[in-house]
């Protein structure tokens, strides 16, 4: 198993902390992993993405031009990345930053209204991890287990406690993925 994957959305959003925990999900599983990770000098508020590799063999090059997997936040971050995503990969969305949805019809294709659900549960941070869940539901590359191992492996030790309201908020992003 290799997926190559591509996190994107405006700084603040938490792509760049959504692709280090998975990342790290895939070390505490025993994969290969690569992070690289791109923003602008703006950061918060301007464009962030993720690259994230994770494999059962030896990674090549962090480097890629085409995914396997597209998790897009905003407009811009669909515009340039739904023409990269793999015939036969698949795209996800957030409904909430999308004005034009996507249109490819050789992908799957995934909206998950996770601002709506992080609004519900009424913590605006778990959003990202909202938009993780929705991922493993459709495309299990790591387990919910290395996902929380992972969690108390990357978040300081005084956010431990904000653990099980991000496996929940996990478990949630699997119950509201729709395809399209």
């Known amino acids: 198993m290799k997926k190559e994957i591509i996190i994107s959305g405006f700084g603040g959003q938490g ?5 280090k925990i998975l990342a790290y999900s895939g070390l505490m599983e025993g994969k290969e992993v690569t992070w690289m990770p791109a ?3 703006e950061q918060r508020g301007g464009t962030a993405n993720v690259t994230v590799i994770i494999s059962d063999d030896r990674i090549s090059s962090p480097i890629l031009s085409k995914y396997d997997i597209a998790i897009v936040l905003n407009q811009p971050s669909l515009d340039k990345f739904e023409p ?3 015939p036969g990969g698949i ?3 957030d409904s909430y930053g999308i004005i034009n949805p996507p249109k490819r019809t050789d992908i799957e294709i ?3 209204n996770a601002m709506d659900k992080a609004a519900e549960m009424k913590n605006a941070k778990i959003f990202n991890m909202i938009v993780l869940g ?3 539901h459709v495309c299990p590359v790591v387990t919910s287990a290395g996902l929380e191992k992972a969690l108390y492996k990357t978040l300081p030790e005084r956010h431990h ?3 099980p309201l991000n496996m929940q908020a996990l478990a949630e992003g699997g119950n509201i993925m ?3």
Do not use: Q, R
Request: zero cysteines; charged letters at 20%; glycine letters at 12%.
């Open 15 to 19: 792509v760049l902390s959504m692709g």
């Open 39 to 41: 923003y602008g000098p």
């Open 84 to 86: 990269k995503v793999k």
């Open 91 to 93: 795209l996800i969305y």
């Open 110 to 112: 995934y909206s998950i």
């Open 134 to 136: 929705g991922l493993l």
């Open 161 to 163: 406690a904000m653990i």
């Open 178 to 180: 729709e395809k399209k």
